[in-house]
Each structure stands twice: as structure tokens, then as C-alpha cells.
């Protein structure tokens, strides 16, 4: 692997590990409490969704009259990501995003929704992302993990979007809350088989083989160029930083049990 990768993964390493270990994990004891983990974590993958688009508007071409944009292989790189991430399947073999699957998930779990599916529509209706926040009473901690999110895909700079897309939303999920979800499935049986599925089909090809593809995505973009490659650095560390600061917000609603706003 390239050694500037290396020492990414390097510098990041300890953030990471505050993320495998944060308490949150220890806080989720039913599926009511996993109900607000999922109203909260939503958020994050809907803008993981917008993320990966822009990453692909901006790296290909995306409108007509088609012209060749940037590099092929850059552009092989995001298009095979957006495939997998925009029409996978689900348990029955269906086409869907993985946002799609995950809202699937939180009906069967009998999570709400409805902040979720207004937020959507409001942007369906075409409000700005900040507009549609504030209308629907996004909680905080997860409006601030969006913002930081388009705060970074309004800079243009893709190699910006790609270090937060590869290094920032990796799901470091531990085996402990794998454990967590299998004891709930077993007291609220047929609620949480499609999370379940979710939560699998996520690592598998986020963690995996969409995984190595964008740290060549990041590679193809930052080249030798010094200066990049530390920008590249310094985005990572504060997207995981904006990580633990979502999970520290789920953390103090499971346990204030009122939304912070």
C-alpha cells in the first residue's frame, strides 16, 4: 500500500479506536434505544449517499452533451462505487441503495421516520440542505454531522470528498454491538433482520472491495503533490472527530432520553 496511505491509517488510528470503544455501544440495551441510535445514524447515511454523488458529478461526466472528464480510471474507480452503493440488493435479491435498505430496516424495526422522510422531501421540493434541517428538526448532533459533510463537498475540492468518503465514513463497527443487535433480535424476533442484513452488506462491500477502490480513487487524486496529501490528512482527523461527536450525541439522548437542540 502507498506509504502516504500508511501513514493516514497511521495517524488515524487512534480516533479509530475511540469509535470501536465508545460507549454508546454499552448504552443500546433494547430495541427502543436501538429506534433513536437509528433515527440519529440515518442522517449519516443519507449524506454518505450525497457524498458519493458529488464525488461522482464532479469526477465524471454527468450531464449532456457528453465529454471525456478528468481520468478513466479515476472515473471507472467512482462508478463502480456508486453501482454498488446506489442499486444493491436486498434480502430478496431487489435493487436498492443502501439508504433505501436502511430505511427499510428502521420500518421493520418500528423506528420513526418521520423527521427522516420529511427532510427528504423537503429537499425533493428543492430547500437547500441547511433550509430542510431546520424545518425538520433534525437533531443536532446530526445536523452537525451533515453540515460538516456539504461543508466539505462545497469546497470542489475532490480530493477533499474522497479523503472523507474513504478515511471518515469507513464503519468501524465492533463485534460488541454485532453482539448487541443479535441479543435484541432474539427478545423482538423478526424486527431487526433486515438491520442485521444491513449492518453485513455495509462492511462487506463498504470495508472490502469498495474499500481498496477508494483508497485508489485518493491515491489517482492526490498524486505527489505534497500539499494535497496533507489536506488529505487533516480532513480525515476531523472526520472522525465529527464521528465521535455524532456518537457522543446519540451517547446523551439513549441517556437524557430528551432530543439536544
Not at 166 to 184: N, W
Amino acid at each position: 500500500m502507498n506509504e502516504r496511505i500508511n501513514r493516514i491509517n497511521n495517524l488515524l488510528a487512534p480516533l479509530k479506536q475511540q469509535i470501536v470503544n465508545h460507549k454508546l455501544y454499552n448504552s443500546i440495551k433494547t430495541i427502543e434505544d436501538l429506534h433513536v441510535f437509528m433515527e440519529f445514524h440515518v442522517f449519516a447515511v443519507w449524506d454518505f449517499m450525497s457524498l458519493l454523488k458529488s464525488l461522482q458529478n464532479n469526477l465524471t461526466c454527468t450531464s449532456t452533451p457528453w465529454v471525456p472528464i478528468g481520468d478513466a480510471e479515476t472515473r471507472f474507480l467512482i462508478n463502480e462505487i456508486v453501482v454498488g452503493e446506489e442499486s444493491d440488493v436486498d434480502m430478496d435479491g431487489n435493487r436498492k441503495s443502501h439508504f433505501e435498505l436502511y430505511m427499510d430496516a428502521m420500518n421493520q424495526a418500528g423506528a420513526n421516520t418521520e423527521t427522516i422522510s420529511k427532510f427528504i422531501d423537503s429537499i425533493r421540493e428543492n430547500k437547500s440542505v441547511k433550509q430542510s434541517i431546520q424545518l425538520c428538526n433534525v437533531p443536532h448532533a446530526a445536523e452537525e454531522f451533515v453540515n460538516f459533510t456539504f461543508n466539505t463537498i462545497a469546497s470542489f475540492k475532490n480530493h477533499l470528498l474522497a479523503s472523507v468518503f474513504t478515511f471518515g465514513r469507513e464503519d468501524l463497527i465492533p463485534d460488541m454491538f454485532y453482539s448487541i443487535v443479535a441479543d435484541i433480535d432474539k427478545i423482538s424476533p423478526n424486527k431487526i433482520s433486515i438491520f442485521k442484513y444491513y449492518l453485513e452488506r455495509h462492511i462487506e462491500v463498504d470495508g472490502g472491495h469498495h474499500g481498496l477502490l477508494a483508497l485508489r480513487m485518493v491515491d489517482n487524486l492526490c498524486g505527489e503533490d505534497n500539499i494535497l496529501w496533507q489536506e488529505v490528512e487533516s480532513i480525515a482527523i476531523q472526520s472522525l472527530q465529527k464521528r465521535i461527536q455524532l456518537w457522543d450525541g446519540i451517547y446523551e439522548q439513549l441517556n437524557n432520553k430528551t432530543v439536544a437542540r
